[in-house]
């Protein structure tokens, strides 16, 4: 661990705050904040590492609401980033959700 590159990475994060809070925090068509599953913490960062670092490509293993908002992150960000979610029983929600 090193904690200053880790604190300097968190102030570079700050500036995406407004982004992500942007997200509403009630069921919509998409990523909400106040989901069951995916807490707001762990989600700005997931937002902020992807607004960040840009990543060509995505490999979540379980879907859910960390693949909406990263599909909703991608898009949002025209970040080129192929997002490949491996679930063998996907939520509906992820299904009406297809990006």
Do not use: W
Request: proline share 5%.
């Amino acid at each position: 661990m090193n904690k200053e590159i880790q604190l300097r990475l968190l102030e570079e994060f700050e500036k995406y705050s407004d982004e992500f809070n942007s997200f509403p925090l009630q069921k919509g068509d998409g990523f909400y904040v106040s989901n069951p599953n995916f807490g707001s913490v762990d989600a700005e960062i997931y937002y902020c590492m992807i607004r960040h670092f840009r990543p060509r490509k995505i490999i979540e293993v379980g879907a859910g609401f960390s693949t909406l908002l990263a599909a909703e992150t991608v898009e949002r960000n025209a970040i080129d980033c192929e997002i490949v979610a491996i679930d063998p029983y996907p939520q509906k929600f992820l299904k009406a959700n297809k990006r």
